[in-house]
């Protein structure tokens, strides 16, 4: 199994950056496509972006494409999400999630997720 720890969430102003982190468990994290969700209050989960298993193929949704990074270090077992000119509507509860294998980008294809950050961008 993947344990997965998000971390480096807060409170920032609108138009301001953040890094948040996902460190995994084990020794089969490059065996796992990568992917960020999202969990507005009262929404529903929402797919932000996944990164393949060396990195090299990468997707946004287009609410943050522009905007967001994702990337892996695989030698540090870690996923990053960096978030730039952020805005009040990205308020959320930022989760990773770990799918073997090639990238998906529904909740259900993936097998294991983290217990989520929360980012707050006020106006």
């Known amino acids: 199994q993947v344990q997965l720890v998000e971390s480096g969430g807060g409170l920032v102003q609108a138009g301001s950056s953040l890094r948040i982190s996902c460190a995994a468990s084990?020794?089969?994290?490059?065996?796992?496509?990568m992917g960020w969700f999202r969990q507005a209050p009262g929404k529903e989960r929402e797919f932000v972006a996944v990164?393949?298993?060396?990195?090299?193929?990468?997707y946004y949704a287009d609410a943050v494409k522009g905007r967001f990074t994702i990337s892996r270090d695989n030698a540090k077992n870690t996923v990053y999400l960096q978030m730039n000119s952020l805005r009040p509507e990205d308020t959320a509860v930022y989760y990773c999630?770990?799918?073997?294998?090639?990238?998906?980008?529904?909740?259900?294809?993936?097998?294991?997720w983290g217990q989520g950050t929360q980012v707050t961008v006020s106006s």
């Open positions: 999630a770990a799918r073997r294998n090639a990238v998906a980008v529904t909740m259900g294809q993936y097998q294991y």
């Open positions: 084990g020794r089969t994290f490059s065996s796992y496509a």
């Open positions: 990164i393949s298993l060396s990195g090299s193929n990468t």
